[in-house]
């Protein structure tokens, strides 16, 4: 589903805030699940729960790489799309980048800070999904819009349904995109001491419910 990865998104960009001196294994999957809009911290096992996981690698690749920042909260605001033909559909998705974890509290802070996400200013990434279009049985094209750190980018992304029901739908992305895009840390080739790469890839499921 790689409309909400272009995210998030966002939060996305938080991944890329690893401090270089750390050198953590990554994290186990962790993530919010339910049948309601809002998710909420609780293992996660594939895609048996709703999640949204941030990837990052060093600038010079580490054996610990990838780096998993991975998001306790977030919800769908609004959703409007036929669960029989999301074709033309719309959704609006949030992101608390400060429920934001990986396997360092100390990391943790300074992904959170000014220098990188400054959660105290920014502390919602938001997405918005329209131009939906079916690509070939259960994949799908969108258009995703993505504000993260005070900037707003729009993004061509795929995902696909992986469950339909009555009123709602499951769905599985993947999208990879830049920190820089939103401002976030800075640019490796203007700064020898950046360690972190400059590409995030935002990986999630979502359960969408007809707003």
């Given at each position: 589903?790689?409309?909400?990865?272009?995210?998030?998104?966002?939060?996305?960009?938080?991944?890329?805030?690893?401090?270089?001196?750390?050198?953590?294994?990554p994290?186990?999957?962790?993530?919010?699940?339910?049948?309601?809009?809002?998710?909420s911290?609780?293992?996660?096992?594939?895609?048996?729960?709703?999640?949204?996981?941030?990837?990052?690698?060093?600038?010079?690749?580490?054996?610990?790489?990838?780096?998993?920042?991975?998001?306790?909260?977030?919800?769908?605001?609004?959703?409007?799309?036929?669960?029989?033909k999301?074709?033309?559909?719309?959704?609006?998705?949030?992101?608390?980048?400060?429920?934001?974890?990986?396997?360092?509290?100390?990391?943790?802070?300074?992904?959170?800070?000014?220098?990188y996400?400054?959660?105290?200013?920014?502390?919602?990434?938001?997405?918005?999904?329209?131009?939906?279009?079916?690509?070939?049985?259960?994949?799908?094209?969108?258009?995703?819009?993505?504000?993260?750190?005070?900037?707003?980018?729009?993004?061509?992304?795929?995902?696909?349904?992986?469950?339909?029901?009555?009123?709602?739908?499951?769905?599985?992305?993947?999208?990879?995109?830049?920190?820089?895009?939103?401002?976030?840390?800075?640019?490796?080739?203007?700064?020898?001491?950046?360690?972190?790469?400059?590409?995030?890839?935002?990986?999630?499921?979502?359960?969408?419910?007809?707003?």
């Amino acid at each position: 589903m790689k409309w909400l990865t272009s995210l998030a998104l966002f939060v996305v960009a938080v991944t890329s805030a690893c401090k270089r001196q750390e050198d953590k294994a990554p994290a186990a999957p962790s993530a919010a699940a339910g049948s309601s809009a809002e998710g909420s911290a609780a293992p996660v096992a594939g895609d048996s729960a709703d999640h949204v996981v941030v990837l990052a690698h060093h600038k010079k690749p580490k054996p610990t790489d990838p780096v998993r920042v991975e998001l306790d909260r977030f919800r769908v605001v609004k959703a409007d799309f036929d669960p029989k033909k999301i074709e033309g559909g719309t959704a609006t998705i949030e992101l608390d980048l400060s429920s934001l974890h990986t396997q360092s509290d100390e990391r943790d802070e300074h992904l959170k800070s000014p220098a990188y996400l400054d959660v105290g200013t920014f502390a919602t990434a938001t997405i918005v999904i329209d131009h939906v279009k079916q690509r070939a049985g259960s994949a799908y094209t969108a258009d995703a819009t993505v504000t993260v750190h005070g900037t707003t980018h729009s993004y061509p992304v795929t995902f696909d349904v992986i469950e339909t029901r009555d009123d709602s739908i499951r769905i599985k992305g993947e999208h990879t995109f830049m920190r820089l895009d939103f401002g976030i840390g800075t640019d490796p080739t203007q700064n020898a001491d950046e360690q972190v790469g400059t590409d995030l890839t935002i990986q999630l499921v979502l359960t969408l419910k007809k707003t």
